[in-house]
């Protein structure tokens, strides 16, 4: 079956790049129709879509975020990244990769995030 | 970015109370609308798509119904296991947003 696992440093300094990897299992991540996707949510709080990499390796990124995050892909490890630079202790989140999907009904394509990893806690402090 | 906002933040109910979350979005979103549930620690996991569509593997206990603007998520009879957080998300529009969440707690 499909699974996702966010991996990476779970302490990040101010000021420098956090850096996470997702693992994909059980799907390629170069096959057609999916948006690998990163979402965080902080303590105790909602959940904040950053952005996502289709499988054609197009990017959108939330405009709050889009000046201070890359996501790339590693289609050989079946992986997607996530890179967010100059990060305060607002980013300190739990970070989740996520598949997003669409779902069509005839008439219209209904995106979903139907598959996602387990979570990664990120920490900004020195 | 369209706001989602839902009702109540909290809620305590009794395993077998029939139960009733609403989520308000900040313009039409039409049927653009998805519900997830998310447990202590653990991942969101999603449940209705397309306002009322249920994922596959979900409890018919689970339905959702508006569009436009209304939408709402209602547990015909609560059971134990769906003691947990409740995240309604537009995909009407990028960026995609979420609601600050529905916490169902025992009573």
């Known amino acids: 079956q499909v699974q996702l696992q966010a991996s990476g440093p779970g302490l990040v300094k101010p000021s420098q790049t956090l850096s996470l990897t997702c693992t994909v299992s059980g799907v390629s991540i170069s096959s057609g129709g999916y948006y690998w996707t990163w979402i965080r949510q902080h303590p105790g709080k909602g959940l904040e879509w950053i952005g996502y990499?289709?499988?054609?390796?197009?990017?959108y990124y939330n405009p709050s975020l889009e000046s201070r995050v890359t996501i790339s892909v590693d289609t050989s490890k079946n992986q997607f990244s996530l890179k967010l630079s100059s990060v305060t202790a607002a980013d300190t989140a739990v970070y989740y990769c996520?598949?997003?999907?669409?779902?069509?009904?005839?008439?219209?394509?209904?995106?979903?995030?139907?598959?996602w990893g387990q979570g990664t806690m990120v920490t900004v402090s020195s | 970015d369209i706001q989602m906002t839902q009702s109540p933040s909290s809620l305590s109910a009794s395993v077998g109370d029939r139960v009733t979350i609403t989520c308000r979005a900040s313009q039409s979103i039409t049927y653009f609308l998805n519900w997830y549930q998310q447990k202590p620690g653990k991942a969101p996991k999603l449940l209705i798509y397309a306002a009322s569509t249920l994922q596959s593997g979900v409890p018919s206990r689970f339905s959702g119904s508006g569009s436009a603007t209304d939408f709402t998520l209602t547990i015909s009879s609560l059971q134990p296991e769906d003691f947990a957080t409740y995240y309604c998300?537009?995909?009407?529009?990028?960026?995609?947003?979420f609601g600050q969440g529905t916490k169902v707690e025992i009573k």
């Open positions: 996520a598949r997003a999907r669409n779902y069509y009904d005839g008439s219209y394509s209904y995106l979903t995030f139907d598959m």
């Open positions: 990499i289709s499988y054609s390796g197009s990017t």
């Open positions: 998300q537009q995909s009407y529009s990028t960026p995609w947003t």
